[in-house]
C-alpha cells in the first residue's frame, strides 16, 4: 500500500464514522426534543390548569369576603351569633375559606367585645384606645394605635394567633390608609408554630397566609346617618397554599411563587415561594420550564410564577425505550455499514494496488520498471533547475550472467537477478530510482547538485554491488557489469534521448572488454 493511498482510505472510514455519528446524533436529540416538547406542552397545560384554580379561588375570596360584610351591613343590629352562624356556613360549603373576623375602632365597639371571652383564650395586654377617626390610625404607631378584632369565626387555638392576626390587619391598615374596597396586608406566618412577630420572609412554609379586608358595607352611612358598624372591617385569613392545587405542593421538581403585580409607584414584591427539589433525572439535559401568569383581580392582583425540572419519573419511558432501541439499531446498522464499506474499499484499492504494481514493478525484483522509470524521468526532467542540478543516469548491463542461466538454470538465474538488486538499491540513496529495464539490464536515476556532480562516485557504487561473489547452488561466482552514463541537461533533454546515449556508453565499454577477455 501506498501512504497517499492509506491516507485516503483512513480519510474514507472517518468520514463515514463521522456521518453516521452525526445521522445518529441528530436522531437521539430529535427524539430529546420531541420529549422535551411534550413535557412542555404538558407543563403549559398544567400551568393553565393551577391557574385556572388560582383564579377561581382567588374569586371565591373575593365574593365570600363580599357577601360577609354585605351581610353584616344589612343587619339591623349587631348580631354577632349571626354573623358566626353565616361564616360557618360559607366555610361548611367553601373548605378554603380559613377565618372571618370583624375588627373595629375601640369607641365604636363598645360592649360589643365580648372581652371575658377574649381574655379566655389569651387577648389581652392591649391597649385599647378610643380613635375618632380612620385617619387618626395613620397619625399614631402600631404599639398604641389598634382596631382589635371583636369577632373571629372560627376561634384562633391560641391567644398568640389571635395576637398576630391583630398585629397583622394594623400593620396594614396603618400603612396603605382606611381603604375604600377591598385591600391586603403583607403576607406572614401562620400556624401553630407562628409567634407574636408573624414573619413575612419568604422561606415557602405552608403557613404563609395574608389577610383580606375590607370596610363593611353600610346602607345608612350613605345617607348620613350613623349605621350599625362604624368604623368596622371585614377581614379574611388566606392561606396562600389554598390558591394553588394541594397536590402540586407535594410534586417533585416544581416551585412556585406568588408576587404582587407591579403598579407604577411601586415594583411587584415577592409575597410567598414554594418549591420541591425535583426527582433524579435529566435535568442538565431538558433543563427547565418557566410561566407567568396573572392571578386575581383588584386587591389580589397576583402574579403566579411557576418554574419546573422534569425528573427521570416524568419522562415517557415507552418513548425513550423505542428511542434507545432505535438508536441502537442504527449503531449496528451503522457497525455493518462502514465495515462492509471499508471492506469494499480495501478490496477495491488492493485490486487497484495489485494491476498499479504489475503495471509499474519488476514482478521478480520488487524494482521500478520501464514505465515508472518513465514517469519519474519525465517529471525530473520537468522540475529539473538547470542552474543548479543535474541529473545522471547509469545504464548497466550484468556480463558473465548468461553462463550461470546454462549452466544451473533460469530459476538460478533469477534468484542471481534478485540478489543484484538488493545490492544496488542499498549503494544508492532512498529518493534514487534503481529500475530493471528487461533481463539483464539496469537502470539508476538520480539527481546531483551542479556543483558536486561526481559520475567516478556513480561508478564506483556499481562496482561496489559487485566486489562480492554470488553464490548459485553454494557455490561462488563472480559477476560484473558495464556502465554507461549519461547526464541531463549537458547529454540530452528528453528521456528517450538520455537512455539511448547512456545504452551506447554502455555498449561501448562492453565492446571493449570483450577483447579483452
Known amino acids: 500500500m501506498y501512504q497517499e493511498d492509506t491516507h485516503r482510505i483512513r480519510f474514507h ?44 379561588t382567588a374569586k371565591t375570596f373575593d365574593v365570600a369576603l363580599d357577601g360577609f360584610r354585605q351581610f353584616l351591613g344589612l343587619l339591623p343590629a349587631v348580631n354577632l351569633d349571626a354573623a358566626r352562624r353565616y361564616a ?38 392591649l391597649r385599647l384606645v378610643s380613635l375618632t377617626s380612620d385617619r387618626a390610625i395613620m397619625a399614631g404607631t402600631e404599639e398604641h394605635f389598634r382596631l382589635p378584632l371583636i369577632f373571629t369565626e372560627p376561634m384562633p387555638d391560641s391567644g398568640d394567633q389571635l ?35 408573624g414573619s413575612v420572609g419568604d422561606d415557602g412554609k405552608e403557613g404563609k397566609a395574608y389577610l383580606l379586608y375590607a370596610p363593611i358595607l353600610d346602607p345608612l352611612a350613605a345617607h348620613g346617618v350613623p349605621g350599625t358598624w ?19 405542593l407535594q410534586r417533585p421538581g416544581w416551585s412556585l411563587q406568588f408576587s404582587s403585580e407591579p403598579r407604577a409607584e411601586q415594583p411587584g414584591r415577592l409575597l410567598w415561594r414554594h418549591g420541591t427539589p425535583p426527582s433524579p433525572g435529566p435535568n442538565s439535559l431538558l433543563g427547565s420550564f418557566h410561566a407567568l401568569r396573572a392571578i386575581g383581580e383588584g386587591a389580589q392582583s397576583l402574579t403566579l410564577q411557576l ?5 427521570w419519573r416524568d419522562l415517557d419511558h415507552q418513548f425513550l425505550g423505542l428511542l434507545l432501541a432505535l438508536v441502537l439499531s442504527l449503531v449496528i446498522v451503522a457497525k455493518r455499514v462502514i465495515s462492509f464499506s471499508h471492506r469494499q474499499t480495501l478490496g477495491d484499492f488492493k485490486e487497484r494496488s495489485s494491476l498499479y504494481q504489475q503495471a509499474h514493478y519488476d514482478q521478480l525484483t520488487g524494482l521500478p520498471n520501464v514505465n515508472l522509470l518513465m514517469d519519474r524521468l519525465e517529471r525530473s526532467m520537468a522540475t529539473l533547475d538547470g542552474q543548479r542540478e543535474r541529473l545522471v543516469l547509469a545504464y548497466l548491463d550484468l556480463d558473465q550472467f548468461k553462463p550461470v542461466n546454462d ?34 539490464e539496469f537502470i539508476v536515476l538520480l539527481s546531483m547538485p551542479l556543483a558536486h556532480v561526481d559520475i567516478d562516485s556513480v561508478e564506483q557504487k556499481v562496482v561496489a554491488a559487485f566486489d562480492a561473489p554470488f553464490l548459485v547452488e553454494d557455490q561462488p561466482v563472480q559477476l560484473g557489469a558495464s556502465l554507461g552514463i549519461a547526464v541531463c541537461p549537458t547529454d540530452a533533454r528528453d ?9 551506447q556508453r554502455m555498449y561501448q565499454l562492453k565492446g571493449r572488454r570483450a577483447p579483452a577477455a
Not at 362604624?230 to 392545587?245: E, F, G, I, R, T
Not at 418554574?307 to 425528573?311: F, L
Not at 549452466?407 to 534478485?418: C, E, I, T
Open 13 to 56: 472510514l472517518l468520514k463515514r464514522i463521522v456521518l453516521w455519528t452525526l445521522f445518529i446524533g441528530a436522531v437521539l436529540l430529535l427524539g430529546v426534543k420531541s420529549e422535551h416538547d411534550r413535557l412542555h406542552r404538558a407543563f403549559v397545560e398544567e400551568v393553565d390548569t393551577i391557574a385556572r384554580h388560582s383564579v377561581r
Open 88 to 125: 360557618a356556613t360559607l366555610r361548611s360549603h367553601y373548605p378554603e375559606l380559613q377565618l372571618f373576623a370583624i375588627a373595629q375602632s375601640t369607641d365604636a365597639a363598645g360592649e360589643f367585645a365580648d372581652r371575658v371571652r377574649l381574655r379566655q383564650i389569651g387577648y389581652r395586654g
Open 163 to 197: 395576637l398576630l392576626l391583630d398585629r397583622q390587619f394594623n400593620r396594614a391598615l396603618a400603612a396603605q390608609g382606611a381603604p375604600g374596597g377591598r385591600r391586603l396586608s403583607e403576607p406572614f406566618v401562620y400556624g401553630a408554630a407562628a409567634g407574636e412577630q
Open 230 to 248: 362604624p368604623q368596622a372591617y371585614a377581614l379574611l385569613l388566606v392561606k396562600m397554599n389554598d390558591l394553588v392545587p394541594a397536590a402540586l
Open 307 to 311: 418554574s419546573y425540572r422534569p425528573g
Open 407 to 440: 549452466r544451473w538454470g533460469h530459476d538460478a538465474g533469477d534468484q542471481v537477478l534478485v540478489e543484484v538488486a538488493q545490492r544496488l538499491r542499498q549503494q544508492f540513496r532512498l529518493h534514487d530510482t534503481v529500475s530493471r529495464i528487461h533481463g539483464d
Open 495 to 503: 528521456p528517450e534521448t538520455l537512455i539511448s546515449v547512456a545504452d
